[in-house]
């Protein structure tokens, strides 16, 4: 650990030539996640003519690349996609539609994500919603019952993402400067011309159908992509005096082991240290960042290990780690010394 934290002291020298955006693999990605996502839905629209059951799995394919559509959309937000400023800011738009996020307005939520990640005292940005102990512990039961609510895996991972792209992404509820309330509504407009569209095209009841559906595939496996992210066993969290960036990075942020094609549609967002130690780097540039460079090659989670990080509720200041509710209760009859 000593020898990793003193070859990462000279990690800017590491990151800078993976920061430079290839304008042709760029293009090159939304070619190839685009391109097919339009023919699924082709297929899908063909397919739900016959049955639900036999568009099925063209959803769950359109839910997959529109995850792959999120990250180029997460590229443009740090500006890492494009060299150009105004290229990332057309692409993202776009694609944000796409995936119904404003622009500007989730792109300055999730600056301070990075800024902040790891950081204790600075909670509630971009995040998923985490207790500690001492904080669960201490707070009122309507505060407890709703957190537990919350944290609840059909509630997390399948209600709160669609309420979350459907409905508050709809609403400039914490956004404060004019550019991201007009990237909001500039968004929705943008919606409610494709639904309107789509429906006349379609019908109402298709279209609304199958969006819904490929939105709820994609939400739910966005959020548990990020999840997955910061909630792990050894995970990184320090008060703010504490806190320390490029640890919160490579300790704070997972490294996701994905198998190649899962890896394929998540962008590469796996390699997340190296993401959030240099949100420059554009997704393509993650892998080929870490495998050069042994100082960022740490521990991964597996698929396999990754399922057991939904059991994480809270998180055990005293002893640096996160813990379930069952856990929690079982240190409440341990006999105190």
């Known amino acids: 650990m000593a020898d990793q934290e003193a070859t990462l002291r000279g990690w800017q020298k590491m990151v800078a030539p993976y920061q430079i955006p290839n304008p042709r693999r760029s293009w090159w990605q939304i070619a190839n996640t685009l391109i097919p996502y339009f ?8 397919a739900i003519k016959v049955s639900y059951w036999l568009a099925l799995p063209l959803i769950i394919l359109a839910g997959g690349l529109a995850v792959r559509i999120f990250i180029i959309f997460h590229d443009c937000g740090h500006n890492s996609f494009f060299a150009s400023r105004r290229a990332n800011e057309i692409v993202g738009f776009i694609t944000g539609t796409l995936v119904f996020t404003a622009y500007f307005a989730w792109r300055h939520e999730h600056a301070i994500h990075h800024a902040s990640s790891g950081d204790l005292d600075r909670r509630g940005h971009g995040d998923v919603w985490m207790m500690t102990v001492n904080e669960y512990l201490t707070a009122e039961p309507r505060k407890r019952f709703a957190y537990r609510f919350y944290r609840n895996p059909i509630m997390m991972f399948c209600i709160s993402p669609m309420i979350l792209f459907l409905i508050l992404n709809r609403y400039p509820v914490k956004v404060r400067r004019m550019r991201e309330i007009r990237s909001i509504y500039y968004t929705d407009v943008a919606l409610l011309v494709i639904f309107i569209v789509m429906s006349y095209l379609i019908g109402f009841w298709t279209f609304l159908i ?3 559906s490929v939105l709820f595939v994609s939400a739910l496996l966005g959020v548990w992509l990020f999840y997955v992210q910061h909630q792990y066993e050894g995970v990184y969290w320090q008060r703010h005096g504490e806190w320390d960036y490029v640890t919160a990075a490579i300790q704070g942020s997972s490294f996701y082991k994905l198998p190649a094609v899962l890896n394929w549609f998540s962008g ?4 997340h240290h190296i993401h959030h130690l240099s949100p420059r780097i554009p997704n ?5 960042c870490h495998d050069a460079n042994p100082a960022f090659q740490i521990k991964p989670i597996t698929l396999r290990e990754s399922l057991q990080c939904i059991h994480y509720r809270l998180y055990d200041e005293e002893n640096n780690r996160l813990i379930g509710f069952g856990e929690l209760k079982q240190m409440q ?3 105190t010394v």
């Open 39 to 46: 023919i699924v839905w082709i297929l899908m629209i063909q």
């Open 210 to 212: 199958l969006q819904l």
């Open 268 to 271: 590469s967002i796996g390699y």
């Open 284 to 288: 393509y540039n993650l892998q080929p």
């Open 333 to 335: 009859l341990e006999p």
